[in-house]
Structure formats: structure tokens, C-alpha cells
């Protein structure tokens, strides 16, 4: 986030919407790819970034700046990521054995129809992005949001016991147990960190079963953020189990949603002027 984003703030705070426009504009990525890594697939990732966004705009006159506003945003796109029931996986959870089983009856012959032209490799590669957030699932969501924080988005102890409400020992307490448990299912399960699943062996599965559409890659259309960007994101995540390099390797991905647009709309809504009354 800018470093002058405290000053943005608080002329948007005060009512000036090109200050307001360029928050929204700085935060929609972030608030993305959290959303993205928390609910598992970009339709859902994409929903829950607009209502996130709608949140953190009708509440930012409540921002005292008893804390970063960086922090502020986290804890509101947490707090919502957590208790978000209307994704997929809130409806159809997952555990660990299940998604065990699940990869072990998951290899049968690829057929050329199930491909539908496309290459193998650009498949495969879809299937990793995807199976990489489906298997973020296998945690529970305070969990997830855990080790989300701590291994993919690099954020310390202190700071991540204040947006999650618990003491920074704590935090560093349940990021350990998590990084142990998806650690110890990537050592047997998945290719990338030794076990013995291939993505590209999966290819067929998940095609038939409608997991994979090869006229529908989401996350090859996903634009990806700058490398200067990623490498920001990165840095702190070079200290993570071996293990867990699947997930340093995910990309970050640049929100689908136009702010102007958004702020159009959302400024012209029946819903902002209730909130606004109430």
C-alpha cells in the first residue's frame, strides 16, 4: 500500500471522492488475492471483493488511526472472509482425508476430447492454481486465514494478533500447527513437494468431473501483478518450510473489478443511500 495512504485517508474521509477512488484503487488487489486464497475460486473471490470494498467505504469515517490503516483494512476483510457462508466451499466444506481420497481416485486415461485442443501443459498448470486454493480449503477458516496471512502474504506476529484479535505468541502458536498439517499432506499428496500426485495425471479427472473447462481457464485470464509487486509480496515467505513452496510459487493476481465503475454504481445505489440513512 502507499505510504502516504494515511493522508488519502483522511481527505477521503472527508468527502473528497478522487481521494476516495484512489484507496479503493490501491486496496482492490490485495483484498482480491486474500479473498482468492480464503474462498477458493475467483467467481467467489470476485463477489466477496465487492462487498469487502463496499464495507471498508461505508465505514471509513469510523477509522480512528489508533492503527495503520493497512491493519484497519485486513481486520474488515478478514473478519468478513471468515464468516462468508455464501462461497462454495461454505456450503460444500473439506477436510484433508477427503481430499486424500479424493486425489487418490483421480487418475484415469486423458482423452483428446477432454482436452478440447488445449495443450497439456496449460491444463496442468490451471489445475495446479486451482488445486493449490482447494486444498487451502481443507482448513478451517480461522485457520486458513492464518496461515494465509503468515506464509502468503508475509505478515508478522504483531501485526497479524492485531487484525486477528490474539496475542502475537499466539498467532505464531496456530501459524506453526497449520504450516505442520499442510506440510505434512504436501509431503505425501502433492508432486510439486515430493508426493505422489501429477497434475497433469489429474488433467482427465477433473475435466470429467467439471472441475476443469478447457474453453474456461479462470486463472489463466487473470491478469498477474507486476514482478516488483510480487516480489514485495514474496519476501517474508522465504523462510517457510520446504515443503510448503507450493504455495510461495502462487501468483497474485490483479482484481477484475474497475473502481470507476464500481464507484458509479455503488454511489448511485439504492443500498448506499440506506446505509447512509441508517
Known amino acids: 500500500m502507499d505510504k502516504n495512504m494515511e493522508k488519502?485517508?483522511?481527505?477521503?474521509i472527508e468527502g473528497d471522492r478522487e481521494a476516495l477512488e484512489y484507496i479503493l484503487i490501491d486496496i482492490r488487489d490485495f483484498v482480491f488475492?486474500?479473498?482468492l486464497r480464503m474462498l477458493g475460486s475467483v467467481a467467489d473471490a470476485e463477489d466477496a471483493s465487492q462487498d469487502i470494498l463496499v464495507k471498508i467505504m461505508t465505514s471509513l469515517s469510523t477509522f480512528r488511526q489508533e492503527s495503520?490503516?493497512?491493519?484497519?483494512?485486513?481486520r474488515i476483510a478478514t473478519n468478513y472472509l471468515i464468516d462468508y457462508k455464501k462461497s462454495m466451499f461454505a456450503q460444500h466444506p473439506l477436510?484433508?482425508?477427503?481430499?486424500?481420497?479424493?486425489?487418490r481416485a483421480g487418475f484415469i486415461d486423458t482423452k483428446e476430447e477432454l482436452l478440447m485442443g488445449v495443450d497439456k501443459k496449460v491444463l496442468a498448470e490451471e489445475l495446479k492454481m486451482s488445486c493449490?486454493?482447494?486444498?487451502?480449503?481443507?482448513?478451517?477458516?480461522?485457520?486458513r486465514c492464518i496461515f494465509i496471512l503468515g506464509t502468503m502474504f508475509g505478515i508478522d506476529s504483531k501485526t497479524a494478533g492485531e487484525i486477528l484479535g490474539m496475542t502475537p505468541a499466539n498467532y505464531r502458536q496456530k501459524l506453526s500447527r497449520a504450516r505442520r498439517k499442510m506440510a505434512a499432506f504436501l509431503s505425501?499428496?502433492?508432486?510439486?513437494?515430493?508426493?505422489?500426485c501429477d497434475c497433469e495425471k489429474r488433467i482427465g479427472y477433473a475435466a470429467k468431473q467439471h472441475r476443469l473447462n478447457p474453453q474456461k481457464l479462470e486463472?489463466?485470464?487473470?491478469?498477474?501483478?507486476?514482478s516488483d509487486v510480487l516480489m514485495r509480496c514474496k519476501?517474508?515467505?522465504?523462510?517457510?518450510?520446504?515443503?510448503?513452496?507450493?504455495?510461495?510459487?502462487?501468483?497474485?493476481?490483479?482484481?477484475?473489478?474497475?473502481?470507476?465503475?464500481?464507484?458509479?454504481?455503488?454511489?448511485?445505489?439504492k443500498q448506499l443511500k440506506e446505509v447512509q440513512h441508517y
Not at 477436510?95 to 486425489?103: K, T
Not at 517457510?240 to 474497475?258: A, G, H, M, N, W
Open 235 to 269: 519476501a517474508s515467505m522465504e523462510e517457510i518450510d520446504e515443503l510448503s513452496t507450493v504455495f510461495d510459487e502462487l501468483p497474485k493476481y490483479r482484481s477484475s473489478l474497475e473502481v470507476k465503475q464500481f464507484l458509479e454504481q455503488l454511489l448511485q445505489s
Open 188 to 196: 505425501e499428496h502433492c508432486g510439486l513437494s515430493g508426493g505422489y
Open 132 to 143: 493449490t486454493n482447494v486444498m487451502l480449503q481443507c482448513l478451517d477458516a480461522p485457520t
Open 95 to 103: 477436510d484433508f482425508d477427503f481430499y486424500a481420497n479424493d486425489i
Open 8 to 12: 488519502w485517508v483522511a481527505k477521503a
Open 68 to 74: 495503520q490503516f493497512k491493519t484497519w483494512v485486513y
Open 219 to 226: 486463472f489463466k485470464t487473470l491478469k498477474q501483478l507486476d
Open 33 to 35: 488475492n486474500l479473498s
